[in-house]
């Protein structure tokens, strides 16, 4: 990890009312010690109506884990129904946004361009998007894995500058292994993970990619954690599931 201090995220999808999402952000701190948020970051991604409340148990308790977002509309207002703007979640104090999440792309025909316009808004409002890239089966069983990672690295990524890379975190989720119970092996995501680092190197200079967090989502639980953690270009994880349960989710984070 090279002195990257590892995120933890838990993007909880379409679970957890706000009264369930309290209580699971309240044994999630009491389960957490200090030392463990001094080994990394941690943010919990509820859904939109959950944030305030969660919002507000976090700054009420000062407990040191980030609040997150799951999506965001790329404007700041406007006739978008059931739309949600990056000025709403700034103004929740939210701290990372995940943008381009494969869900996004398949269920709801997220195209590079609209991932983009939305990384560039979450940037504009001085939150930290997290860029969700990955390959289906099909791509991976036809050698296509690194020029589609890539690819959706470099639109995504469209309009950024170097400097602005410093928010940026990069999530590696293979399609094929999100929800499914299968992951990629630490190794092939360690291999992914690298060539993306690479290609941030060629683009913005080897000092700002070095300093660029790799996360690693698909199916990580408690048993896979720690070897995934072990790879060298992997700095943190994008956790479904194992995220619901805050005593798992502890698990993953203490890895």
């Known amino acids: 990890m090279a002195g990257r201090k590892p995120l933890i995220s838990g993007n909880w999808k379409m679970n957890h009312t706000h009264l369930e999402a309290i209580a699971v952000v309240q044994k999630l701190a009491y389960s957490l010690s200090p030392a463990d948020y001094e080994r990394a970051e941690v943010s919990v991604h509820p859904a ?18 980030a609040l997150g977002a799951q999506d965001v509309h790329p404007a700041d207002s406007g006739a978008f129904t059931g ?25 709801f025909g997220e195209t590079d361009e609209q991932v983009n316009q939305k990384l560039l808004a979450v940037l504009k409002h001085q939150m930290s998007p997290i860029l969700c890239v990955g390959e ?33 975190v990069i999530a590696y989720e293979p399609i094929w292994a999100i929800g499914t119970g299968r992951n990629a092996s630490p190794e092939d ?15 913005f200079g080897t000092a700002v990619a070095a300093q660029v967090r790799v996360q690693y989502g698909g199916s990580v639980t408690p048993a896979n ?16 599931g194992a995220s619901l349960d805050a005593e798992k989710f502890a698990q993953i984070v203490r890895w």
């Open 189 to 203: 995501a360690q291999a992914v993970c690298k060539a993306a680092r690479s290609a941030l190197g060629e683009r």
């Open 225 to 240: 954690i720690s070897a995934l953690m072990a790879q060298e270009d992997i700095d943190g994880a994008l956790v479904g």
């Open 48 to 65: 939109f109506t959950a944030l305030r409340s969660v919002q507000t148990l976090l700054e009420a308790d000062n407990i040191p884990i």
């Open 83 to 107: 739309e949600v703007s990056p000025v709403m979640l700034a103004k929740l104090n939210v701290s990372y946004v995940i943008v381009g999440h494969s869900e996004r792309r398949q269920l």
């Open 136 to 168: 289906t089966l099909e791509e991976r069983e036809a050698g296509q894995t690194e020029a589609k990672v890539l690819g959706q690295l470099q639109a995504g990524l469209a309009g950024v500058s170097a400097q602005a890379m410093g928010r940026v």
